[in-house]
């Protein structure tokens, strides 16, 4: 059997990182994905979906993602049910988060959010005379005794 969800969407609030009894952080907050598809003469619909993240991923998510940013999750869908307060039976359907990815550009979260996000770490420099260059913040060893096989 397969339960894998990849979703790609923006958050519709600050996500909500709490921490259980026992000490192990959980993020919940709600993506906003827009269908693929639209009737002719109607607007595109979105759906809404609540997603939960434990442990480092939770973590990860309440330091660095705010409203309004975009966001891939990928995951498995869970439903739970429960009885509340009043003794009715309640049910949820939410995606479980293995892996979450920022889904727009530093400079495009920015501009959208107003947040300012995070800068990767810097690589440290190298030397440039093997043609290669400096890729995305990676380089690449000129020498072959430096490659680690």
């Known amino acids: 059997m397969l339960n894998r969800s990849i ?3 923006r958050l519709t609030r600050d996500p909500e990182l ?6 192990v952080s959980v993020a919940s907050f ?6 693929g598809y639209a009737k002719a003469g ?15 991923t939770a973590e990860f998510v309440g330091r660095y993602f705010t409203k ?14 429960w009885e509340d307060q009043n003794g009715n039976k309640r049910y949820a359907t939410e995606v479980v988060a293995d892996n979450i990815q920022f889904g727009e ?3 495009a979260a920015a ?3 107003g947040a300012d996000m995070p800068a990767a770490p ?3 420099a190298q030397q440039q005379d093997d043609g290669f260059g400096d890729v995305a913040g990676f380089s690449i060893a000129s020498d072959d005794d430096d490659l680690p096989f």
Not at 42 to 56: C, M, P
Request: no cysteine.
């Open 7 to 9: 979703l790609m969407g």
């Open 111 to 113: 501009q959208h959010t």
């Open 105 to 107: 550009s530093k400079k």
């Open 42 to 56: 109607e607007e595109r619909q979105t759906d809404f979906i609540n997603i939960v993240a434990w442990r480092a």
């Open 68 to 81: 309004g940013m975009m966001m891939i999750v990928e995951g498995r869908i869970q439903s739970r049910s």
């Open 18 to 23: 709490r921490t259980t009894p026992s000490g």
């Open 122 to 124: 810097a690589a440290p």
């Open 30 to 35: 709600t993506l906003a994905v827009d269908r």
